[in-house]
């Protein structure tokens, strides 16, 4: 499973980074708006620090206007993969750049056909959103489980981000489940790797190791 992390913060990636645990990065304007830094500038260094996929998004809702940013930001750097919102817009966007061999992460999914769309369209990476579907009441879990079916069953090459990951019960869900990737936000990772008895296991050990010295 790949570990994407889902934030422009250049120093929380170089920290994650280092610890071989970033396999790409998606941002959203949301995410970039808080850096509050040029989106040119800091895609550019992101792409210049993780060797994989760094999703950047269009703020155009019509196709045109998608496709003409994608073609410029795609021009950013050799990994940059271009984001693009699932609407009709997007569909047709989608299927343009898909053709002019221009990656693209289809956002904002929150049922099964529309990743089913997406794919089909062309995407090369799909993005449901759990945590937004959890906050309304539904089972974000079955939409990723259904569209990893579909993605083997019909021999797509698109893979699922599991997306809007909120907290340690998700990433260790959708790994079950069969999500190609999940993006997780930069502050969601020390609770990957932490647990109060590990502390404390340290803590008793080293103890016990100055009592036997003494
Ligand atoms: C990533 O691609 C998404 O934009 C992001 O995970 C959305 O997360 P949120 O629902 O916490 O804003």
Redesign the pocket.
């Known amino acids: 499973m790949k570990f994407f992390l ?1 934030t422009a913060n250049v120093e929380e990636i170089k920290r994650i980074n280092a610890l071989g645990l970033v396999d790409g990065v ?3 304007p ?2 970039i708006a808080k850096e509050g830094r040029d989106f040119e500038e800091v895609i550019k260094e992101i792409c210049s620090i993780v060797s994989g996929p760094v ?1 950047a ?1 269009v703020i155009g809702l019509t196709s045109e206007e998608m496709v003409a940013e994608a073609r410029v930001i795609s021009k950013w750097a050799d990994n940059v993969v271009v ?1 693009i919102p699932m609407t009709e817009e997007g569909l047709k966007a989608v299927h343009i750049l898909s053709q002019e061999g221009i990656k693209t ?1 289809v ?1 904002l999914i929150f049922t099964v056909a529309q990743g089913l769309l997406a794919a089909k369209a062309g995407a090369t990476y799909i ?1 449901p ?1 759990l ?2 579907l959890e906050d309304m009441g539904t089972d974000g879990y079955r939409v990723i489980e259904e569209l990893r079916d579909i993605m083997d069953t019909f021999g797509f090459d698109t893979e699922i ?1 599991a ?4 907290n340690l019960e998700h990433v260790e869900v959708v790994a079950h489940l069969g999500s190609h990737i999940a ?1 997780i ?1 930069g502050s969601l990772f020390p609770k990957l790797w932490s647990h109060p008895l590990t502390d404390k296991g340290i803590e008793m050990f080293l103890k016990d190791w100055e009592q036997f010295k003494k």
């Open positions: 889902d998606t941002t959203n949301t995410i999703s998004e984001k992460n956002t993005s959103f945590g937004r981000i997306a809007s990951i909120r993006t936000p």
